[in-house]
């Protein structure tokens, strides 16, 4: 690493794509978005670990909740840093009006079950 003066931070990127749902339409173009992306991105010098590349298929509520988490509150973070989220897949407004990212196994009726809430995501990455 240089100097401290000169460090520039590193760059971090999580990859959502999401293309295999129990109850919504399928969205394979999702799966293409995110390994286009995660191409990109790679190409641009962001690190992407495997377990921030969650690209095509299912992606259940606990994973998604969990890579968000381990990604945001990362202790290794420097201020310098850039960060990245991206997501390529449904949303879902509830009831509530709250704003849901969709997992896979996601019920429109009551998606507080397995979305994860916009708001949840926001408190995250401040």
Do not use: W
């Amino acid at each position: 690493m240089a100097e401290s003066g000169d460090y520039q931070g590193r760059k971090r990127a999580l990859v959502v794509s999401i293309s295999q749902y129990d109850k919504l339409a399928a969205l394979d173009f999702c799966e293409k978005d995110g390994n286009k992306i995660y191409g990109v991105l790679s190409q641009l010098g962001y690190e992407i670990p495997d377990k921030h590349k969650l690209i095509g298929g299912r992606v259940e509520y606990d994973k998604l909740r969990d890579s968000i988490y381990h990604f945001f509150y990362d202790k290794t973070i420097d201020p310098k840093d850039t960060v990245l989220f991206y997501f390529s897949g449904h949303g879902i407004v509830g009831d509530d009006g709250e704003h849901y990212l969709s997992t896979s196994e996601i019920d429109s009726d009551l998606p507080r079950l397995r979305g994860f809430p916009f708001d949840d995501l926001t408190k995250a990455r401040e």
